[in-house]
């Protein structure tokens, strides 16, 4: 079946401008994760959606980034005002909550460069 | 709290020889843990998973870890390392905590297969 999509895969943005990555989740995962990938770095947690709970936005280094789920599927993640340290590879992941399933989905990711 | 150490951010082996990935975790209840894949440009793959039943889990392409709860470690191994084994590797601990599940990720190990 179809895996997590994002777009697009890549993003080159002038320093100062709004960007937006998408994230189509796995149908019926009501987990949904957004990550940063940096050269060298792990994975960076920014963000999780569990169903219609509210947001864990703990991981979101700044008030520049911010996510929206809707429907229960899509999502959205937007950097405001975008500065040169945010360039980097974006992952997004899904997640079933199935009894026993536990790993995360990932999709190919969305890279972003800021210039 | 919760946390990963990928021992080693690279890892050169010749093809066919033994390959062995490092990872301590440090979790306050149970965990769970996962290691995961990572091609050149693509999104992460699970490789394996142990979810509290067998201690020696098996997973894709031949690779194997093995929990061990006295060392805290979970390293991924596999006999004969082969060129399509090149790729990033990244340990992740998990567990539930208060309705929520957002798993830690390492820095990730870099797997160099010399021919």
């Known amino acids: 079946g179809a895996g997590v999509s994002q777009s697009p895969s890549n993003k080159v943005t002038e320093k100062g401008k709004d960007v937006e990555l998408r994230c189509d989740p796995i149908?019926?995962?009501?987990?949904l994760y957004w990550y940063r990938q940096s050269l060298g770095q792990g994975l960076e947690f920014l963000i999780y959606f569990q169903g219609n709970s509210a947001p864990d936005k703990s991981g979101l280094p700044s008030d520049r980034f911010s996510a929206e789920r809707t429907g229960g599927s899509v999502s959205t993640l937007t950097i405001q005002r975008t500065q040169q340290e945010d360039s980097a590879v974006y992952l997004c992941?899904?997640?079933?909550?199935?009894?026993?399933?536990?790993?995360?989905?990932f999709g190919p990711g969305t890279r972003l460069t800021v210039t | 709290a919760q946390s990963v150490t990928q021992l080693g951010s690279h890892v050169s082996v010749s093809e066919g020889a033994l390959v062995l990935l490092r990872c301590n975790y440090s979790s306050s209840v149970p965990p769970y843990l996962f290691w995961y894949v990572q091609y050149p440009n693509q999104g992460l793959q699970l490789l394996l998973k142990?979810?509290?039943?067998?201690?020696l889990v098996k997973g894709i392409n031949g690779f194997e870890a093995e929990f061990k709860k006295s060392e805290t470690s979970f390293h991924l191994t596999k006999p004969s390392a082969h060129m399509s084994d090149a790729a990033e590797y990244f340990c992740a601990v998990s567990a539930r905590s208060g309705g929520s599940y957002i798993p830690t990720f390492g820095r990730g190990t870099s797997l160099i297969v010399h021919p």
């Open positions: 149908s019926g995962h009501t987990a």
């Open positions: 992941a899904s997640m079933p909550t199935q009894a026993g399933v536990y790993e995360q989905y």
């Open positions: 142990y979810t509290s039943a067998a201690t």
